[in-house]
C-alpha cells in the first residue's frame, strides 16, 4: 500500500513539473503567419512595424481616423491566431471613419520575441506610444482587448491616458481561468503570467463596456460578470445567451 501510496504521488508530482515547464506553451499560440491586409477585406489598412524597447519589430495594422472628432481603437487580440483574423471585427469601425490599430505581439510574424505578461504589456505601451506619436490624444484611444488581450488594455487604461474601454471575453485574471480548466492541481499557484485584470478594473476612470457570450466554454461569463461588478461608473455589459 504505502509503495502504490508513493508511485501516485510521484505521478503527481511529474505532472506538476510538466505543467509548469509546458504552462506558455499552453498558454501562448504563436503564429509565423505574416498576413496581408489585402488578403482579408482591409486594403484600407497599411503595415506598420513598431519597436519595442527590446528591439522587436511588431507586425501591425493601422488606419488613422478620417476625422479628428473619431476615436481611434487600440485592438489587443486574443492568445491563437493573427491581426488578420480579426479584420473582420473592426471592418464597421473602419467604415464608419474610426482609427484602427490591430496589435501583432511579439511572438507573431516572425517578430522574434517570446510570449510573456511583461512582454504583451511593453508591446501594448509600444503600439500606444505610436498611436499618440501620431497625434492622436489619449481621450481619443480606445483600449479594446479580446480574450487575452482584455489583461493586455486593463493593464494599458491603468497606465495611460485612454477614453474608453471595450472587454471582449475577458477574465478576471488567467490563474482563475487556468483554475477552472486544471482543477486537479494548484494552476494558480503554478502561472509565471497572471494577467490580474480583476486587481486592476477598479483603477479605470473612464466608460468601461464588457461583452461575453455564456456559451464560451474557454473563459467563463461569470468571469466577465465579476469583472464588470467590479468595475467603476460609468459602465455597460452585453452579455450574450448563446454566444
Avoid at 4 to 12: C, K, P, R, S
Avoid at 38 to 62: F, H, N
Avoid at 123 to 139: E, H, M, V
Wanted: hydrophobic letters at 40%; aromatic letters at 12%.
Amino acid at each position: 500500500m504505502p509503495g502504490i501510496v508513493g508511485l501516485i504521488a510521484g505521478g503527481y508530482v511529474v505532472v506538476l513539473v510538466l505543467l509548469f515547464l509546458a504552462q506558455r506553451t499552453l498558454m501562448y499560440h504563436p503564429s509565423k503567419i505574416v498576413p496581408e491586409p489585402s488578403l482579408y477585406g482591409a486594403t484600407d489598412m497599411q503595415v506598420v512595424r513598431i519597436e519595442t524597447p527590446d528591439g522587436l519589430k511588431l507586425y501591425c495594422w493601422w488606419k488613422p481616423p478620417t476625422r479628428p472628432d473619431k476615436a481611434t481603437f487600440l485592438y489587443y487580440h486574443g492568445n491563437a491566431g493573427n491581426i488578420g483574423d480579426r479584420a473582420f471585427k473592426v471592418r464597421h469601425y473602419l467604415d464608419a471613419g474610426y482609427g484602427v490599430l490591430l496589435v501583432g505581439y511579439r511572438y507573431n510574424a516572425d517578430a522574434g520575441g517570446k510570449p510573456s505578461e511583461d512582454g504583451l504589456y511593453t508591446d501594448g505601451q509600444a503600439t500606444y506610444d505610436f498611436i499618440r506619436a501620431q497625434g492622436i490624444p489619449g481621450d481619443r484611444i480606445i483600449a479594446y482587448g479580446e480574450s487575452l488581450g482584455s489583461g493586455v488594455a486593463t493593464k494599458m487604461a491603468t497606465t495611460n491616458e485612454v477614453g474608453a474601454v471595450v472587454l471582449e471575453a475577458p477574465y478576471t485574471s488567467i490563474g482563475d481561468v487556468a483554475q477552472t480548466h486544471y482543477w486537479y492541481v494548484p494552476a494558480k499557484w503554478l502561472l509565471l503570467d497572471k494577467f490580474n485584470s480583476l486587481g486592476r478594473i477598479a483603477d479605470i476612470d473612464v466608460p468601461v463596456l464588457v461583452l461575453h457570450g455564456d456559451a464560451d466554454a474557454l473563459i467563463p461569463i461569470r468571469f466577465g460578470r465579476k469583472l464588470f461588478e467590479s468595475a467603476r461608473d460609468p459602465k455597460e455589459s452585453h452579455f450574450v445567451p448563446g454566444g
